[in-house]
Each structure stands twice: as structure tokens, then as C-alpha cells.
């Protein structure tokens, strides 16, 4: 595997599920993120990780929890979503530095109904 | 408030043209530039970047020019293949103490024309 990965590329899950999006990054890098791009919007940061340690969180709801067990894997744990949170999401990966380019996986689609 | 602006959600060009995309920011403090494309039910794919000591950026077909001044960045794309439809999107990111944060513009839709 190269790259970033995640799995599952597509979910579908009830508003009382609980489920969890999983991200590896085969790069080497030192920090990892979660985006959600929702329809004709702009990507939105949720979570950002530097060397394990979150560093920030965008005012996300708490029915969403990362976990970061190390540099190389990042996870998003999901629990009573709401159809609003339907969207695409993204993980990301950089090496912290100056010139920081963040690499993405392909987004795991979720629905909930 | 957005900090950076993608104000063209579409743009067409013939195949063998050039494709101009635009950027604005707002944030004296961003000091990296970059451009991504996304095919749908993709992640973005990096394409250039740019940082603020410098007014341009080449790489193949890809140009990146700055202007600090106005606060604008563009992408040219010479000559257009109709592989490069996809959307655009500009990012900046600015200095900080951890991994940097990139504000993403909301994206431009290219059509290139056979």
C-alpha cells in the first residue's frame, strides 16, 4: 500500500449505530487530519493530530471521536449521528515543516438515515 | 467570513487552450499556496504549491503565479487535456507552533472540451 489509505470507502449506517472510519498513511509523516466536505461546500478541518497529540479540534460534536493510536493511523469513531452528517470524509497526512503538504486518502461516503 | 475565495464555481476551455483558475485570500499571514484536484468520490490529489517568497511556480503543464500585493493566486494549465476536468481547489496555510492548518476555497469546477 502506498499513500494514505481508509476503509471503508462507502457506509451506510442508522441514526443509533455506532461505527468507525479507519485512516493509515504510509508516508512517514508526523501529523494527520479529518476533513468533511459536504455538498458545494468547502472542505471543513475537524480533527488534526501532531505526532499523536490532537492539537486542535473545529468545534466538532462530540457523536464524533478521533482516536490517533499512533503517527502512521488515525481513526473516527461515529455514534448517534444525525442525516445532517452525511458527507464525505477525508483524511489527510503531512510532514510538519515549512513548505507542509498534506496528502489525502480517497474519503469514505457515509450516509445516515 | 472566508479566507480563501474561489469565485468562478465553473469553468470551461477548449482542449490544446490555456485554463486560468483564480484565487483570492484575505490572511496577510498565510505564506503557502497550494493547488489540489478532485475527481468525484476521490480525495484531493496535490498538484503545485508555491510559497510566499516566491512570485512563481512551474511544473510541467502547471503554473502557479503569486501576487502578494493583491492578494491572488492563479493556476494556469497550458495546454488543456480533457483528463484535467476535475474541480480546482486553492489552499494557504500560515506559519504556527504545530502542523499547519489549511483553509481550502470552496473549489472550481473544470470542463475541458474535446
Known amino acids: 500500500e502506498t499513500g494514505v489509505t481508509q476503509t471503508p470507502r462507502h457506509l451506510v449506517m442508522g441514526m443509533t449505530n455506532k461505527k468507525s472510519l479507519k485512516c493509515e498513511q504510509h508516508?512517514?509523516?508526523?501529523?494527520m487530519y479529518w476533513y468533511k466536505q459536504s455538498a458545494k461546500k468547502p472542505l471543513e478541518l475537524m480533527f488534526v493530530?501532531?505526532?499523536?497529540?490532537?492539537?486542535e479540534n473545529n468545534s466538532v460534536p462530540s457523536r464524533f471521536s478521533p482516536e490517533c493510536p499512533n503517527s502512521s493511523h488515525l481513526f473516527l469513531h461515529l455514534h448517534t449521528l444525525q442525516p445532517e452528517d452525511s458527507a464525505l470524509y477525508l483524511c489527510?497526512?503531512?510532514?510538519?515543516?515549512?513548505?507542509?503538504?498534506?496528502?489525502f486518502g480517497p474519503g469514505t461516503r457515509l450516509l445516515v438515515l | 467570513d472566508q479566507q480563501v475565495k474561489q469565485n468562478s464555481p465553473s469553468l470551461s476551455v477548449q482542449e490544446g487552450r490555456i485554463s486560468i483558475l483564480n484565487c483570492d485570500y484575505t490572511?496577510?499571514?498565510?505564506?503557502?499556496f497550494l493547488w489540489y484536484k478532485k475527481y468525484p468520490a476521490e480525495g484531493p490529489t496535490f498538484l503545485i504549491s508555491?510559497?510566499?517568497?516566491?512570485d512563481k511556480n512551474e511544473d510541467g503543464r502547471f503554473t502557479v503565479f503569486l501576487n502578494k500585493s493583491a492578494k491572488h493566486l492563479s493556476l494556469h494549465i497550458v495546454p488543456s487535456q480533457p483528463g484535467d476536468s476535475a474541480v480546482y481547489f486553492c489552499?494557504?496555510?500560515?506559519?504556527?507552533?504545530?502542523?499547519?492548518?489549511?483553509?481550502f476555497g470552496s473549489g472550481t469546477q473544470l470542463t475541458v472540451l474535446p
Open positions: 490572511n496577510s499571514m498565510f505564506d503557502y
Open positions: 489527510a497526512s503531512s510532514q510538519v515543516g515549512i513548505r507542509e503538504t498534506q496528502y
Open positions: 508555491i510559497s510566499s517568497i516566491k
Open positions: 508516508l512517514g509523516h508526523n501529523a
Open positions: 493530530y501532531n505526532f499523536k497529540e490532537q492539537t
Open positions: 489552499a494557504a496555510s500560515a506559519p504556527s507552533g504545530s502542523a499547519r492548518q489549511l483553509t
